[in-house]
T-cell receptor
Framework: NAGVTQTPKFQVLKTGQSMTLQCAQD?????MSWYRQDPGMGLRLIHY???????DQGEVPNGYNVSRSTTEDFPLRLLSAAPSQTSVYFC???????????????FGDGTRLSIL | QQPVQSPQAVILREGEDAVINCSSS?????VHWYRQKHGEAPVFLMI?????EQKGHEKISASFNEKKQQSSLYLTASQLSYSGTYFC?????????????FGKGTKLSVIP
């Protein structure tokens, strides 16, 4: 059981370049989310999705786009990378619904992104 | 709004106890606790649902006071393996109760 898989693990970009961070889960979880983690700031929610075709903004959405065409995949796009987006990005998934309120959120291993 | 965690950092000797607190300004539906070691993903410890229940995981337990909108994580007889940063994630009552908002973390260092 792979769980939540993120690719790539490391990436270096130049300012203005675009790229997509990939996230896939094989647990049939409805809820998926993207966080960024910066020193001293904890995990901040970027975007989330409650199912295929449904996405919404989190706390820090500016500069990022998402889409959810399938239950399994939830890619995060940086359209024009900026140095302020240098961070560690985590994708997470969870079963959704009141009956699953005692179920944990599963995290991927993270993508370490540096923008020069 | 991010929940507020305290303390920000704590240093313990092996065998000592610690308490980490997590407070919210909004009504809580549930509180999740995670531990993260340097360079790794957060690892799930436990979930507490509203109702004031207490849970345990080996020598780590937690409580949830719904009225005070706060949760506490208790680490007893700490071991070197307990070192890491602890995060609480809070889900708020109402729509979006599945969405977790994390605190800034508490860095715990256990020394011999």
């Amino acid at each position: 059981n792979a769980g939540v898989t993120q690719t790539p693990k490391f990436q270096v970009l130049k300012t203005g370049q675009s790229m997509t961070l990939q996230c896939a889960q094989d647990m049939n979880h409805e809820y998926m989310s993207w966080y960024r983690q910066d020193p001293g700031m904890g995990l901040r929610l970027i975007h989330y999705s409650v199912g295929a075709g449904i996405t919404d903004q989190g706390e820090v959405p500016n500069g990022y786009n998402v889409s959810r065409s399938t239950t399994e995949d939830f890619p995060l796009r940086l359209l024009s990378a900026a140095p302020s987006q240098t961070s560690v990005y985590f994708c997470a998934s969870k079963r959704q619904g009141a009956r699953y309120s005692n179920q944990p959120q599963h995290f991927g291993d993270g993508t370490r992104l540096s923008i020069l | 709004q991010q929940p507020v965690q305290s303390p920000q950092a704590v240093i313990l000797r092996e065998g000592e106890d610690a308490v980490i607190n997590c407070s919210s300004s909004k009504a809580l539906y549930s509180v999740h606790w995670y531990r993260q070691k340097h360079g790794e993903a957060p690892v799930f410890l436990m979930i507490l649902l509203k109702g004031g229940e207490q849970k345990g995981h080996e020598k780590i337990s937690a409580s949830f006071n719904e009225k005070k909108q706060q949760s506490s994580l208790y680490l007893t007889a700490s071991q070197l393996s307990y070192s890491g940063t602890y995060f609480c994630g809070t889900a708020y009552s109402g729509a979006g109760s599945y969405q977790l908002t994390f605190g800034k973390g508490t860095k715990l260092s256990v020394i011999p």
